[in-house]
């Protein structure tokens, strides 16, 4: 590994990049600048180089997975993002869907037997899905499954539903914590920059204002993760920007488990007329980001957004969390296009993935705690030894 990097430091002849490399080598920080100076003469194999080097001097082969399962609360929404193919505005309620209190606690139900560990919610933002209504739910949850870890929430739809209950942050998220709420999922940050922001997502909580939910609830001890949609209508300095707001954050709370890129797909919405980004630029993106956000623990391909080849492809550019078993229908992905129309893959299915690319796949919980190490398993022995017992 060391040997390929002096390689790679000593046959690069543009100085700027071979500064990076060195800098990567020496586990040092780099720039704004630097990273933008990737985004605009990186190739993928340099920065595919650099972001595997950092990848296995982080965490080897190790490549870790979750067993989960989505409950999307509703598709209405009181905004309207114009990237999004998913919601329904609330002035046309009825053609999307509402779950119920029960409904959402029949799908926990639908689990009980099987080895989850953590439940994500995250949906539209209704009126009538309040304080009230996500407290009770809480707590049903963890009064049927106390050990399940609920990971809800982005700040889009925290900042509503504190303000609509006059509450502040912290008062807000002390409430939702005490009822059951683990940790938050990283959604609804989208690009921070304010001039691309007000173009895509004008109606939402501000990037001042998702930071802050997030610093609350890392200072209350929670974690959470961060995302970044990308490869619409952004330039490379906006990228840099969000990832340097995040940097900045974690550099004071350390509370992100980890940074999922988000690639736009232009399916059914009113961004329908930009081209989606490249295979390589995707590549490029992820590698760029682990360079950069030096103090985030782990990088994450969300599977049923990149499509699966694609996410195992990534392991290869710095990525080493593929997400989990999504065993259950999560539509955001579907709806905006991307390949994967049925987003469950089972836990051998994940796990032939990340062995077929000769890395090691770990089970973890949503802290990053070891489940199962399943570098030794065959699932062929273990099925006959189900069967004896
Ligand atoms: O905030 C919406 C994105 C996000 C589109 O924390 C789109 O573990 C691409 O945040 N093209 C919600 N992306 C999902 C999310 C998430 C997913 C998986 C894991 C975690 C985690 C978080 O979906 C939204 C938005 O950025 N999104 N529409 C679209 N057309
Ligand atoms: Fe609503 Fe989220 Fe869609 Fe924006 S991305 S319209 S906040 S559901």
Redesign the pocket.
Known sequence: MKASIDTLINTTSDLSLKTIAQKVKNNERITDAEGITLFEKGSLPFVGALANFIRERLHGDTTYFNRNFHIEPTNVCVFS?K????SKLYAHKEEGWELSIDQMLDIVKSYDNKPITEV?I?GGVHPKMNMEYFIELMQKIKAHRPSLHV?AF?A?ELDYMFRKAKLSIEEGMKQLHAAGLDS???????IFAPAIREQIAADKVNADGWLKIHETAHNLGMH??????YGHIEKYEDRIDHMKRLRELQDKTHGFN?F?P??????D?E?SYVAESTITEDMRLYSIARIYLDNFPHL?A?W??LGRENAQMSLSFGVNDI?GTIDDS?K??S????EEQTPAMSTEELVTLIKQVKRRPVERDTLYNIVKDYSNVDFATEAVESLQN
């Open positions: 993002c990237f999004c193919s998913y994500h995250v990971k982005t889009v938050l999922p990283g959604g609804g940050a989208e959470s993760n961060a995302t970044m949609l980890t999922i988000l690639k736009f797909r232009n399916h919405n961004m994450k969300y049923p957004m997400d999560t955001i992905y709806m905006a296009g991307s």
